[in-house]
């Protein structure tokens, strides 16, 4: 089940509202199957829908990012708050997806990250993953970890 997103898990790669990516299964933009009743989404049909839009994720990222450093800091909050561009150069889409993967792990599983998020889309042409994060300072040092013990592999 690895291969696969629930709606909930690749909307919040993606930084949207569930609703928006059940509105783009629904108009055949993005391909989907239903399991036991909920939509499930193919790692490779996901990394697809990311790269047609790419251009559009990275432009909101960058807003996204303007919008931190001009002190509008949205749903991340705390005494310290950190948001830091992460660019992976890789040798292909699925590497970068597997360093997608770990952040989106650490998204899910982190107990104690507060608020936070992140955002993911690949650079086909530069061959780079780029990774944006919010959060607190402890939650991005061990995401930040994470990923550069993938890169020693």
């Known amino acids: 089940m690895n291969d696969f997103y629930s709606v909930d898990s690749f909307a919040q790669t993606l930084d949207m509202h569930p609703r928006t990516v059940r509105r ?6 993005l391909k989907a199957t239903k399991v036991g009743g909920e939509w499930r989404i193919r790692k490779e049909d996901a990394e697809m829908f990311m790269g047609g839009n790419a251009k559009e994720l990275h432009e909101n990222a960058i807003e996204d990012v303007q919008s931190y450093i001009d002190g509008f800091h949205g749903q991340v909050t705390g005494k310290f708050q950190v948001c830091t561009v992460l660019d992976c150069y ?16 650490h998204m899910n ?11 993911y889309y690949y650079d086909k042409d530069a061959k780079k993953g780029r990774y944006i994060l919010w959060g607190n300072p402890s939650f991005i040092g061990r995401v930040l970890s994470s990923v550069g013990e993938f890169g020693k592999q």
């Open 90 to 105: 890789v040798n292909d889409k699925d590497e970068a997806f597997e360093i997608s993967k770990i952040v989106m792990q």
């Open 109 to 119: 599983e982190d107990q104690d990250h507060g608020p936070a998020k992140s955002q």
């Open 24 to 29: 783009y299964i629904r108009n055949g933009q």
